[in-house]
C-alpha cells in the first residue's frame, strides 16, 4: 500500500492493509503524544460512523483519520471537520465527480431518482479530547468510497468507481490532493468556511435536523466558521452544532 501510495503529504503516514479502524488507532497514536499523522487502510473491519454505526471499508477504499493538535477552544474543534468536507469534496470534484457536502458530515452524489440529497459517497467522523478548555487532540476521520463495487456498500451508496464508469481513481492523487487542501484549511476557517459553502448541498433547503432533546424544521440558510447549521424557523435562528439532519425538499 505504502508503494500505491508513496504520498508527499503534509503529513506522516501509517499504512495499513487491514486494520480494526483507523480511528481506533489514530486515537491510541494521540494518547501516545503524535501529532500530524495519518493513519491510512485499504481496508477496515470495524469501520465505524457517528453514533456507533456500523462503516462497510471493503478493500479499495480511502480509509484514514488525522491526528491534529490544534491551538483550539474544544467549541471550535469542529472547524476541523468543516475543512475535511471541504478538502474531501475539493479532491472528489477534482477527480471529476459532482460530489456536495450533507452537514454535518456527508459527501453525496446527487441522483435523479434522489431529490431529497443523494447517493452516499463519503463520510466524516471527528472525535476528540480537551481539558481546561484547551483541544489536547483530534482524530479526523474520513471514509471514500473510492474503488469500491456498489454491492460491497450499503443501498444509498455509492463510490467514485461507480460515478466514473467503472474507471478507478488514483488514490494516491486523491488522497495527496486531499491532506494538502486539508493542511491548508485547516488553520483558515474564513477559507474552509467558503470552500464549505462553495459545494453545499443543504444551504436554502427545507431541513429537519434531529438532536437528542428536540427536533427543528425549517430552512438551512447558513454555516458558521466552525460548522454550526444555521435554520430559520419562521420565527427564529437556530445555530445547531451537532445532530442528523434531513433534506426535506
Ligand atoms: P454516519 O453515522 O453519518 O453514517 C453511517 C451510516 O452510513 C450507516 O448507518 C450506513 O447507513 C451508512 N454507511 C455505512 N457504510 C457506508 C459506506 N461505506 N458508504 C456510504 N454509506 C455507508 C459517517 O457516519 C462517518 C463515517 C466515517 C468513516 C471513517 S473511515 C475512516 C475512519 N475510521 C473509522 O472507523 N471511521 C472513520
New binding site residues.
Partial sequence: LAVEYGCEAPFEIEYHDSVA???ARARDLATEGASDVVVLADE?TG?????D?????PSGGV???AVCRPALPPARATLLTVAASAAACGAVREAGVDARIKWP??LLVPDADYERGGR?LA???TEMEGEAGRVSWVVV???L?ANVAVDD??AD?TSLLAERDGEPVSRRRLVQRLLERFDDLRDDPAAAREAWRAHAATLGRRVRVTLPSETIVGEAVDVTDVGALVVETGDERRVVTAGDCEHLR
Fill in positions: 479502524s483507523t480511528n477496515q469501520g465505524r460512523g457517528r453514533l454505526r456500523a462503516w462497510s471499508s480509509w484514514l483519520s458530515n456527508d452516499k463520510g466524516i467522523l476521520g474520513i471514509g468510497n456498500l450499503p451508496a
